[in-house]
């Protein structure tokens, strides 16, 4: 590997203020990404985990044979423990498929393209049809008023800004629409919510999603389902047409008690300091549409590869790292907060966490929450991941199911790979195994395993202060 004289400096000025061996840490990145790109596992894990499993729904008994399928490879891969959390998790299921479409004329009819939003309430028994009020988001309802509303269908049709170039800046800026639609619009009357896919593209594909009725009685719930980025467009062209249409939609979907399930956690314990841990991990339920492999099955195999290779290389961690799968993230975070808890009940010292919940594309760096002075940390191993594209290191969220464990001092990342097409497969039936490139989803371990190591190294700035004093 060769440097230039510009870039020797810069590397030995931060080594100095960090007290980085950079000679060893480059060399140490160049084997992990050789590993990983070479003599990689975690594809044939996803492999298995998506064509032999399938979609892992909270409750299902997909999700249960993925959790004794990770653990299994956990302990294959020689970790030191490896056990099993319990967590009570909701059971919603979808049943028979959704049947939908939009009369424009008594007995005109044109078949669109629908399904039901993760948590929603059957339509009544035959379906649902009324007239349709499309709104550009929940704030329009107030506007209508209930004698506009009431007794007909909300189409919610704000669409994902186009010109935002985080792609994830533009899913936050209309999901409230999917996740509240359903209770807002209940309040005005309306009979039942239809929401436009969280999609940038125009494609036939409907995205589910959670929604929440939050503490709306059972007797006022309504059902909502998401419709496809062309039929929306189609419906709301139809509307400006024949404002009085009909639209029609059947599901059968169910909830029923919770029932329990597992975060499944495997470790390494740490040869220097074994009582503070460091966590890598993914969430390894899915949505039912597709078999999740990019949201997240990419993610909860790319964690316990960063694993495997740091064993594969003879590293001793100081600290103790920990991978886990966390169950429930898609409809309800019952996992992610399972374990924080359980960490606080036993007073558990964590000091670093990484999740990896954004597809298995192209790894381009990662988003950092932390005080000042970590992310200064991080910033000055900028140098050790340039040779292999990663560039972005940008204050931001870590990810939802690291986040409970959040405290001062504690620095939590998220890998942020290219994510320009991550929504043209989230949560539809599309987000399938051949969407995802081995050698994408190869980087992205490798890119995860070298924070790990850095951050194993040297640890967070606390922690050198706590030692200096």
Not at 131 to 138: A, R, W
Not at 148 to 159: D, E, Q, T, W
Not at 295 to 324: M, Y
């Amino acid at each position: 590997m060769k440097y230039t004289k510009l870039t020797l400096v810069t590397l030995l000025l931060t080594s100095m203020m960090f007290g980085q061996n950079t000679t060893q840490d480059a060399e140490m990145l160049r084997q992990i990404y050789d590993q990983a790109l070479t003599n990689g596992k975690a594809y044939q894990w996803l492999d298995d985990l998506s064509n032999d499993i399938g979609g892992r729904l909270s409750g299902s008994l997909e999700a249960e044979r993925a959790v004794l399928y990770t653990k299994e490879v956990m302990e294959s891969i020689g970790l030191d423990s490896v056990w099993l959390q319990p967590v009570m998790v909701p059971k919603w299921t979808r049943g028979i498929p959704e049947y939908s479409y939009i009369e424009t004329a008594p007995g005109i009819t044109n078949l669109v393209n629908i399904c039901a939003l993760g948590g929603s309430v059957a339509t009544p028994h035959g379906g649902l049809k009324a007239e349709v009020v499309e709104v550009s988001g929940i704030e329009a309802l107030a506007a209508l008023g209930r004698e506009k509303i009431k007794g007909k269908i909300v189409f919610y049709n704000r669409p994902m800004q186009a010109n935002l170039i985080h792609t994830f800046e533009a899913y936050g800026g209309c999901v409230d629409q999917r996740y509240s639609g359903a209770k807002e619009a209940a309040k005005y009357g309306a009979v039942g919510v239809v929401v436009r896919s969280m999609n940038l593209r125009l494609d036939d594909l409907p995205h589910t999603g959670a929604m929440s009725y939050d503490d709306l009685p059972v007797s006022e719930r309504i059902p909502a389902c998401a419709i496809s980025t062309n039929d929306a467009n189609y419906l709301s062209t139809a509307i400006k047409l024949m404002p009085k249409l009909n639209f029609y939609f059947n599901q059968t979907c169910r909830v029923f008690p919770d029932v329990k399930s597992y975060n499944v956690i495997g470790e390494i314990k740490g040869s220097e300091f074994p009582n503070q841990y460091m966590v890598v991990g993914g969430h390894l339920d899915s949505w039912d549409l597709g078999d999740g492999s990019h949201d997240d099955g990419a993610g909860c195999v790319q964690s316990i590869e960063v694993l495997r290779l740091l064993k594969n290389l003879d590293f001793k961690p100081r600290h103790s790292i920990r991978v886990v799968m966390f169950m429930n993230e898609e409809n309800g975070l019952r996992g992610g907060n399972k374990y924080a808890e359980e960490a606080q009940l036993k007073n558990e010292n964590h000091v670093f966490a990484l999740e990896s919940d954004s597809g298995g594309f192209t790894p381009r760096g990662f988003s950092i929450d932390a005080d000042a002075t970590n992310l200064a940390q991080i910033r000055s191993w900028n140098d050790l991941f340039k040779p292999y594209l990663i560039h972005y290191f940008e204050p931001g969220g870590g990810g939802a199911d690291i986040g409970p464990l959040k405290k001062d001092g504690m620095v939590l990342a998220g890998l942020r790979p290219d994510s320009q097409r991550y929504f043209d497969h989230h949560h539809a039936a599309n987000d399938t195994f051949d969407a995802v490139n081995k050698r994408e989803l190869e980087l992205g371990a490798a890119t995860m395993t070298s924070l790990i190591y850095l951050m194993d190294t040297y640890g967070t700035t606390s922690e050198m202060s706590h030692i200096k004093n």
